[in-house]
């Protein structure tokens, strides 16, 4: 996937932060299969930084912390404000994984009427993933 600028990758990068940075990043490599592509520490257990990769999409994460962001894990705000979509072909198999790594299904395996199968489940600090088989943009799906 190539860029405005002509670099290869993912022009749109969702970021997070998380209360436990590093169980997170652990969570979302056994549930959803993320795969670390950079993880810099803090220095007080934290996380400063992290990218993890799936497919050709990508997500940033960090520890919570207070500074001019002000971003807090749903689990503090007491709510969800957003949630990330991913696209497989496989729902099934990614839908079992989840269940078997404990992920909270908040709907369940699905076919829609606009021909995707998906399910959302909540990670374990409380933000929406959203797993599909639909891939905005295609004539297929």
Not at 8 to 32: E, K, N, S
Not at 51 to 74: T, V
């Amino acid at each position: 996937m190539e860029n405005e600028s002509g670099a290869r990758g993912p022009t749109v990068i969702p970021f997070l932060r998380y209360d436990d940075a590093p169980a997170a990043i652990a969570w979302l490599g056994q549930a959803f299969g993320f795969e670390p592509q950079l993880v810099v520490p803090d220095g007080d257990g934290g996380i400063a930084h992290a990218q993890l990769s799936h497919g050709a999409g990508m997500i940033m994460l960090g520890s919570a912390r207070d500074d001019s962001l002000e971003m807090k894990s749903p689990r503090r705000l007491g709510g969800v404000n957003q949630g990330i979509y991913i696209v497989l072909d496989d729902v099934d198999a990614h839908y079992r994984r989840a269940c078997a790594a404990g992920a909270e299904i908040v709907l369940d395996l699905q076919d829609t009427d606009y021909g995707s199968r998906e399910y959302c489940a909540r990670d374990p600090e409380g933000n929406l993933w959203s797993v599909g088989s639909y891939r905005p943009g295609s004539e297929t799906r």
